[in-house]
């Protein structure tokens, strides 16, 4: 336990240096937003995307792993690296944490570009060099709902001060189930130290994971009958 805290105390020290290259940011996607929302380019707020500001808050995940290099990391963002030498590294997330993942054995886990019909399977485990990648098929009935609508089209302009942007949108469920469906899918590599979660499209995440984890917790508290 002291090892996590360890880590994200680093972490968050890493993160505070970021703010000045978010503000020089910020005008890109206010600018992107006066787009119609279906052509905003999701490179923008993406792991995939080239912002400063992802940048230099990755190096921070690099620093981590490499200062507590027994601890055993889950990673979850909305998409994931390539992981193909043909294809070049874009975006500050997936430059720092690919090699990371390769050297390190932790587990990364995303968005495929792939729908699904919602049925709950194994996380997709694939091996990268020591690490592993999981990118899961996410529900193709709620994924507008989740992605373009509440994620983009709600939290997006609220995060970036930009309230009067923000859609009334019944997305919200569609938001929550599908973080459901991740929390349940990552669920299964539960014997790791950590969770460390991106993106504001994964808000809810640490609470569904906290609560799929609480017969566990209770069990364990109260022992065998």
Sequence with gaps: MIRIHNALDTATLAYSSTSGAAQQDET???????QQPDEISPKLDEPGGARPAHSIASGGVADVVNQQPDLKLVVISNRVAPFDPSKPQTGGLAAALEPVV?????????????????????LPLVETGAGFVARLDLPAADYPGYYRGFSNSTLWPALHSLPERMSGSDDYDSYQRTNGFIARAVFDVRDRDAFWVHDYHLIPLGANLHDLARPIRESAAFGPD
Aim: cysteine-free; charged content about 25%.
């Design 102 to 122: 390769q050297r390190s054995g932790a587990v990364w886990v995303g968005s495929s570009d792939n729908r699904g019909d919602g049925t709950e399977r194994p």
């Design 28 to 34: 890109i996607n206010q600018h992107a937003f006066d």
